[in-house]
């Protein structure tokens, strides 16, 4: 029998959906929804959240006054103390005062916020693959590139809630363009769609150079050209496929890419000695080939002791691991505020 004393609702809201669960003290998921956010406009996504907080309070038969909290992990900065998220690029927020939005919603409900990478870390370290590790990251690559950090067994969120921002440390000064408004940003060469835009650029240049030679295709790129249709289609997932059959430029790029990450990787362990790495997200778990050049790398540029307290394994709760981590996050500060 379930204490509801113990339950708290966890939401995941990222750019296009809305996911949440109801979830008890271990990390178990009684019951969830998830629905497309029909609109970014942010009172009409608080509504949304309320909504799937309720719906999934109804998938687990417990009525969603009884909820004890809420946490809600946002792909974003969020400022410290207020809730207010200052930047998410998903949703094309600024200043958006969201906490004050859910709370306007569910008036009596005690409600914390964090970041999604913050709250994978959690999720992770309560129910998955970090289970009982006090000194833990969690690295993930998407069309971001991002890492959740737990030091000393407790969330490590920095002065101004942006630690962990992996994606923005500074790769090649002065090269390609990242979506921060920096350049040179390890994002700007591994995060998804930036690293598809990177091989597009150069195929463009091996298309525009065969074309001044006189051939209709050109020798650079021609697979993932074959694979793709054309260059505006290039994705990090053709660009795999086409390493995989000999293609010289996806499998360039893709090394490069996963040589920069780990180069960054090795830096952070190096300096934060953590026991565990989960290493994984939609980029990295579709390219083996990039895994395997970051993995190389940490490998080789690792302080010795460091590496050798580290083990390096694959997150566990996947897309579960926001709303496990956003509730249990919620209970373990909302227990301390009380
Ligand atoms: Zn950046």
Known sequence: MVKREELYVGVDLGGTNVRAAV??????????????LLSREPPQVAEAVVRAAKTACGAAGMPFTEMKGM???VAGWIQKGTGVVMNAPNLGWREVPFLKLVQARAPKLPLWIGN????????ERAAGAGRGVDDLLVVLVGSGV?????????????????????GHVMVHPGGRQCGCGQRGCLEAYAGGHN??????????????????AG?????????????????????AAAMEKAAHEGDELSRRLLEEAGDLLGIALANL??????????????????SPRMMRAAIAQVDAHTTKA????????????????GVVGAALLARASLALAA
């Open 146 to 166: 991002g890492a959740g950090i737990i030091l000393g067994g407790k969330l490590h969120e920095g002065a101004s809630n942006v630690a962990g921002e992996l």
């Open 71 to 73: 946490g809600l992990g």
């Open 306 to 321: 460091a590496r050798l307290a580290l083990q390096i394994t694959a997150p566990e709760l996947g897309e579960q691991a």
């Open 23 to 36: 979830i008890d003290a271990a990390g178990h998921v009684l019951g969830q929804e998830k629905h497309r």
């Open 215 to 235: 051939q209709r295709h050109p020798n650079v790129g021609r697979k993932l050209l074959e694979i793709a249709g054309e260059p505006e289609k290039v994705t």
């Open 269 to 286: 362990i190096t300096v934060l000695n953590p026991a565990r790495l989960l290493l994984g997200g939609g980029v990295l778990n579709g």
């Open 195 to 212: 690293l598809a835009a990177w091989a597009r650029d150069d195929l463009r240049i091996a298309l525009a150079a065969a074309r001044a």
């Open 116 to 123: 999604d990478l913050s709250v994978a870390a959690g999720g």
